[in-house]
């Protein structure tokens, strides 16, 4: 950044970051970058995840690993309400019995995970830099936003700020103040 102005260092790095950041001159964050292992997810909230395109990701791939008894992500919404729970575990149970059924015949893993639907948990690993994690976090930490995502956010940049607060804490601190019921404490 201190390139970009021909300014001396002087003073504490982070006000200076801060006051680029907080003026939108964020092409400095994108020198920075930062890796997380994401898992338990549902397939549903990595196609959500996957949309943001200057991130870089592995992910398990359903097509070389064994789905024969999966593990499933869930909205509350069927979780906390028997009756939905009860439907889930039917259809659960079915999905479960046709994919071994597939395999047993001889259908490849790549073939028979068409059966699996989006409730499939996952697991990811992410590496993005700090401008694009920005855009992340105000994009994916709304009311609009889906609830599993929106979670995922949070945790995100709750695990990033004590690693970069000049970055990511006024965000941080606007976020929870407007929506202090995504955040746990």
């Known amino acids: 950044g201190r390139i970009c102005y021909r300014s001396p260092s002087r003073g504490e790095p ?22 997380f292992e994401v898992s338990g997810i549902s397939r549903a909230c990595s196609h959500q995840l996957v949309r943001h395109r ?22 509350p919404a069927i979780v906390e309400d028997p009756s939905a729970r009860a439907i ?3 259809f659960a149970g079915d999905v479960e019995e046709a994919y071994r059924a597939l395999r047993e015949l001889g259908v490849r893993k790549e073939d028979a995970r068409f059966v699996l639907p989006n409730a499939a948990a996952t697991r990811l690993v992410m ?26 956010a949070v945790a995100m940049l709750e695990a990033i700020y004590p690693h970069a607060p000049a970055v990511f804490g006024e965000l941080r601190q606007a976020l929870r103040s407007q929506h202090p019921e995504f955040f746990s404490s």
Request: proline share 5%.
């Open 127 to 152: 590496t993005a830099n700090f401008r694009e994690l920005l855009h992340i976090f105000r994009l994916r930490i709304s009311p609009p936003a889906q609830w599993e995502i929106r979670a995922v």
């Open 14 to 35: 982070g006000a200076f970051l801060r006051a680029r950041v907080h003026e939108g001159h964020e092409s400095l964050i994108e020198h920075a970058f930062a890796t």
């Open 88 to 90: 889930w575990e039917r």
């Open 54 to 75: 200057l991130v870089s990701y592995s992910q398990e791939s359903q097509r070389y690993v064994d789905m024969s008894d999966p593990e499933w992500t869930l909205p």
